[in-house]
């Protein structure tokens, strides 16, 4: 029961993990060179802090992820590496929501603010960020779940108990 | 001890109540005027759909904490109140990342993708959507204290029976 208990979290983990990184790599990799008015423009990730502060995030969830697969929790830790994965979800979750901020700036652009969206331009960029930001997305609600299913053992456990 | 354990957890929906209510009220009423070339131009906080975001997030956290002044949480309803609770920190989380990568781009700019600062022309109203996006903040970590606070008792009381 605890070892199937163990190798659910173990799998959650890694799925966490692959989906870090491919979140990672892929707003790494996303770059488009466009001409506009004869002048070369490359847009990449380095153009935006928020896009960098994404890449920050995922690059720490993925070696979180990492050490914890090769070091699983001991109960006695339970408690801390609970606490761990709830600031990951955290730290995602605000990750994404910037990148989508940005985002629907990009996209829709803000006439108020005299923004124009860009994403006409580089439609290319803005596909591959876009996927990026999924892929973080899907490690934020894998790490939810491992949040969700601690406190849902600890609680069962406590309410058997009691 | 359970009584001044709920005291403690009362006190601090109460003050993540009147954080709530400010971040929303704030922002709501950030508006300033502004001339620019003889174009009258109104700043408010409609004009930013992150904006609209972080106000019915705000909104929606001020009336669960509302709610759960008046009708505090039972022990059989523990588990899917710490679960509600964990959703207002994520909620919270994401409005405030939200609403900072658009701040970011209303103070300094993005060059890159010819969007210019806007906050030199309407400052007042800057000020005014930061100290929001501050209460917003105060709001999220009280939450996740509360989210903490409940995982400790439950962990602390689940260590001391087994």
Redesign the interface.
């Known amino acids: 029961m605890i070892f199937s208990k163990r190798f659910a979290v173990f799998v959650l983990r890694f799925l966490a993990l692959g989906a870090s990184i491919s979140a990672t790599t892929i707003m790494i990799t996303s770059r488009e060179t466009v001409e506009v008015l004869n002048i070369k423009?490359e847009?990449k990730y380095t153009?935006?802090?928020?896009f960098v502060y994404f890449v920050l995030m995922n690059a720490i969830a993925s070696g979180y992820s990492l050490i914890l697969l090769f070091f699983p929790a001991k109960n006695k830790f339970?408690?801390f590496i609970?606490?761990l994965d709830?600031i990951m979800?955290?730290l995602l979750?605000?990750?994404?929501?910037?990148?989508?901020?940005?985002g629907?700036?990009?996209k829709k652009g803000?006439s108020?603010?005299?923004?124009?969206p860009?994403c006409g331009q580089v439609h290319k960029f803005c596909d591959h960020a876009a996927i990026a930001v999924v892929a973080g997305f899907v490690a934020s609600i894998l790490y939810?779940i491992i949040?969700?299913y601690s406190?849902?053992n600890?609680?069962n456990?406590?309410?058997l108990?009691?």
Chains 1, 2 share one sequence.
């Open positions: 423009f847009a153009n935006t802090p928020t339970g408690h609970l606490v709830l979800v955290l979750d605000s990750s994404i929501s910037a990148c989508l901020a940005i629907q700036v990009a803000n108020h603010a005299g923004w124009l860009i939810f949040v969700l406190i849902h600890v609680m456990l406590f309410t108990k009691n």
